[in-house]
C-alpha cells in the first residue's frame, strides 16, 4: 500500500527514488569518493553515547544508517521511508544483517510520522531536506516523536565554503557526477546525477546553515553543533532535545 504524498517535493522524491535502489549503495559510495559512509559514521557517533533503546532513523532508504544505529547500540531501530522500492531493499539488507529482530522499516513521511509523541530515545535523518517542502514544519515533527533529552543527528550534503573547493565542487557535480551515473548506474543515475548539484545549491541559497541552527532551536532541540566534512561537501548536525 502507498502513501497519499501531498507536498510537490514529495511526489518529485519518488518519481526519483523509485528506480535506484538495486545499485543505490554501491553508486552511493562510488558517486561520493567513498565519503558517504565515513559521513554515516560521524552522524552516528553522536547518537551511540546516549545509549538509546529505540531510534528512530528517517529518510532511511535501503537501511544503511539504521543498521549502523543496531550494529553499534543495543537500541531497537525504525527506519522511516517514503519509497517503497528502497524499502524493500532495505528489507532484504535487514535480513542478510540478521537483524530482522532488531531493525523494522515503515513507509511513512518525515511531514507527518506515524507514531505517538515521545516514542523514540534518540533520531536520525539524512539527506532529508531537500525533499520536503518545509523543513521548519518537519523539523518540528521530528522533535514530536521523540523524548526529551533525546539525542538527534543528521547528514546532508553541503556546498562548500571556500571559493576554491566550491568551483572544484561545482565542476564535479555538474559535469563529472551525471556523466559518471550514467556510465555506472544508466538512465536513471545520470538523472540523479543531473538533479543532485542544483538541488544542493538551491537549498542553501534558501535555508543556509546558520537558517538550519535557528530551524532546529525553534523545533525544540538544545546545544546544536556542526561539523563541515570533506572541505565543505557534507554536513553533520546533532543536538539534543530539550526539557530533559
Known sequence: MSLGIPGDRNRFAQRLFADLPARYDRLAEWLSFGQNSRWRKAMVDHIVPGSPRRVLDVASGTAGVALQLAD???????????????????????????????????????EALPFPDATFDALTFTYLFRYVDDPQATLNELARVVRPGALVASLEF?????????????AYTRLLLPVGGLATGGLEWYRVGRFLGPSISRLYRQYPVAWTVDAWRQAGFEDVGTRVMSLGGGLVMWGRRSGG
Open 72 to 110: 553499534r547500540t543495543s537500541s531497537h531501530v525504525v527506519g522511516v521511508d517514503l519509497t517503497l522500492s528502497m524499502l524493500k531493499i532495505g528489507q532484504r539488507n535487514v535480513a542478510q544483517a540478521h537483524q530482522v529482530r532488531r531493525v523494522q522499516l515503515v513507509n511513512g513521511r518525515a
Open 158 to 170: 553541503m556546498v562548500p565554503p571556500s571559493r576554491f573547493w566550491r568551483g572544484s565542487w561545482w
